[in-house]
């Protein structure tokens, strides 16, 4: 099997192929090809990966390249892990809505509008031509955010795509851990959307052990996801470590406001990193790869094409998959993060319990503003731009959007054509 990865110069990407590594039994790779146009950076993680995959003894070679057909040709998946603009451009993500007194953040917020702007498109543009050279039938994994929002603009054009992110996964082995249990034991009962979800159960041999997480780990999963005691106590679920940024949205500012951007961070970690991926004789995974984040992203990544493409019986993973009647309080056409059925013909939502008020009614909200905000990337307008804006739980006033859009488009003005004219 052909596993192309575009963006493959990420420097995460060893990640991914350390993950394949350990795989070999289950996940039958035999060419990876990784896609990128800077060809600085991806032929030092490409000539990395292979010695990651000589050393582990896998039989996979890698090969490099700056041309997408090239590279998907072929394929009988496709992972797309982009970030338009670098880290420049996050770093004005994080940074520009905090003059308006609002969270910045790439993933939500008015940070995650600039980046759902600047991305979508070029989404779009590549799955066109995966599916013209690889065909209809390569499936596309996409890893790159705002996962929901360019999930559901792959899905709208009728490409075979599920999203995927860490965050399900990443509880899913800690819990596993904190119970004495196997990670693949436990099976979430993971509620909500990429990056606004919630655990309302975690269940082992059909037993929820949610309950005996919180009574005797309160401490550690409170610290874990930055929310207070008394609050998880209280509610008895645990949240995503995104939702501090809805719980506690003014502490954040008051922090991001004193610390060092996430982006600058990232990219120390990421000079470091190249230099120690060009050592012909580094051929394990460094130890400062967990700094640049993405926790078991490749055992999520791995599992979840193996299940899309192995012919198999369905698996159950957390994946971003249309919403078809779940969440009855959502449009069929919402993508929502959730515990589903997966195999050659995609993934299916497994039926939950009926949501919370507390908790529908964040996600309605939120869903409203993906829909504008992929309004708003489709087809461009700064008013588009400020009505997302404001529906957006985390700014939501007239003077605010505002001001956020007009500086959102001035920023990212080289990124979006209708903002050229």
Known sequence: MKLAVVGGGSTYTPELIDGIAGRRSTL???????????????????????????????PARVRTTQSLEEGVDGASAVLIQLRVGGQRARRSDETFPHACGCV??????????????????????????????????????????????????????????V???NVAINLQRQFGK????????????????????WE??????????????????????????????????????????????????????????????????????????????????????????????????????????????????????VVNVRNDGTFPFLPDDAVIETRSTVDSKGATPIPQPAVEPQYSGLISATTAYEFLALEAALKGGRDRVADALLAHPLVGQYSKADTLADSLVQINREYLPWARG
Request: aromatic letters at 6%.
């Open 163 to 165: 999203g995927l992110c």
């Open 104 to 161: 910045g953040q790439e993933t939500t917020g008015a940070g995650g509008l600039a980046k759902a702007l600047r991305t979508v498109p070029v989404v779009l543009d590549i799955a066109d031509r995966v599916r013209k050279i690889a065909g209809d039938d390569t499936w596309i994994v996409n890893f790159t955010n705002p996962v929901g929002i360019v999930t559901r603009a792959l899905l709208n054009e009728g490409h075979r795509a």
């Open 200 to 317: 309302r159960g975690a269940l082992v041999d059909g037993v929820d052990r949610l309950p005996e997480l919180l009574d005797q780990h309160l401490d550690y999963l409170s610290n874990e996801v930055s929310v207070p005691e008394k609050w998880l106590r209280r509610m008895n679920v645990v949240p995503s470590y995104y939702l501090k940024y809805f719980y506690a949205h003014d502490e954040q500012v008051t922090k991001q406001r004193t610390e060092r951007p996430r982006a600058d961070v990232v990219s120390d970690v990421e000079e470091e990193l190249l230099k120690i991926y060009l050592d012909p004789d580094q051929n394990t995974k460094p130890e400062s790869l967990e700094k640049r984040g993405g926790a078991y992203y490749s055992e999520a990544a791995v599992q979840l094409v193996h299940a899309l493409t192995a012919g198999g019986p369905a698996e159950e993973h």
């Open 178 to 197: 904190l119970l004495g249990v196997g990670a693949d034991d436990v099976k979430l009962v993971h509620t909500g959307l990429n990056h606004l979800s």
């Open 28 to 58: 039958d790779v035999d060419e990876i090809v990784l896609v990128d146009p800077d060809a600085y950076r991806v032929e030092a993680v490409g000539g990395f990966s292979q010695r990651l995959l000589d050393h582990a003894g896998h």
